[in-house]
C-alpha cells in the first residue's frame, strides 16, 4: 500500500482546523455575494439593450474560476445549445480569485461563436466581415484595445477593458456598484456596435 504523507500546509490546515472551515464559509459568501451584485448588473444591462435577452454568470464551475459574464440574443442559439457554450459577449476576469491574482492581467472582452462554427456557420468568413466593419465603427482610441486573437478559430474579436482589476477591485470593497455597473456598460456599448453585423452573420436560419 502507498504511503500518503501530508506536507507541511496539510498540517497546519489540520491543527486548524475549525478556523480554517469558518474562513472557508466565510470565503464562499463573499464570492456569492459578488455573484449577486454581477447577476444583477446583467440584468440592468438587458433592460437597457433591448436587443440582448440572454445573460448568464459563471464563476462556480471547474472552468470558469477567473468568472465569465455573458450576454447573447435567443436568435444566436442552435440545436443542443446550453448557456455555458453561448454565441455572444464573455467577460472574463469578473472572479476573486481572478482579481486578486498578481498573474493574471486585467479583464477582458470576447465575442465568441463556438456552436455557430459547430453549426456550419463559415467563422473565417465571419471574422473576415467583422474586420472590415470594425475601422467603420469604432474611433482609432477604441480600435487599439481590439486583437484577432488568431489562435482561437472560435473568437471573433478580443479586447481589453481599458478599467485595470485593481480599479475594479477597488469599487468591489468600496461597493462601488455604480462604477462596476459603468465598466461592464462599457464592454456592451463596444458589443452593440458589432450586433447588426453579428445578427446578420450568427442568426438562426428558419
Known amino acids: 500500500m502507498t504511503e500518503v504523507k501530508f506536507n507541511e500546509a496539510d498540517l497546519f490546515l489540520i491543527k486548524n482546523w475549525t478556523e480554517a472551515r469558518i474562513l472557508e464559509n466565510s470565503m ?3 464570492r456569492e455575494k459578488l455573484r449577486e451584485i454581477l447577476q444583477k ?11 440582448l435577452n440572454v445573460s448568464a454568470e459563471f464563476s462556480k464551475q471547474s472552468w470558469a474560476t477567473s468568472g465569465f459574464l455573458m450576454f447573447s440574443c435567443k436568435a444566436w442559439s442552435y440545436e443542443n445549445d446550453s448557456l455555458d457554450s453561448a454565441n455572444g459577449l464573455w467577460l472574463e476576469g469578473m472572479s476573486l ?5 498578481e498573474r493574471e492581467g486585467d479583464p477582458e ?12 456557420v463559415n467563422v473565417v468568413a465571419a471574422k473576415r466581415k467583422l474586420w472590415r466593419m470594425i475601422p467603420r465603427l469604432f474611433d482609432s482610441k477604441t480600435r487599439r484595445l481590439f486583437n484577432k486573437f488568431e489562435d482561437d478559430p472560435d473568437c471573433l474579436v478580443h479586447w481589453s477593458f481599458s478599467s485595470t482589476k485593481k480599479e475594479i477591485l477597488s469599487w468591489i470593497v468600496a461597493g462601488n456598484t ?9 464592454q456592451v456599448a463596444i458589443f452593440a456596435k458589432l450586433l447588426p453585423v453579428l445578427d446578420e452573420l450568427l442568426r438562426r436560419r428558419r
Open 41 to 51: 448588473v446583467a440584468e440592468g444591462v438587458l433592460e437597457y439593450h433591448e436587443s
Open 109 to 120: 472582452a470576447y465575442v465568441w461563436v463556438r456552436s455557430a462554427r459547430r453549426a456550419g
Open 28 to 30: 464562499e459568501n463573499v
Open 97 to 101: 480569485e481572478y482579481l486578486t491574482s
Open 178 to 186: 455604480q462604477k462596476l455597473t459603468e465598466c461592464i456598460q462599457e
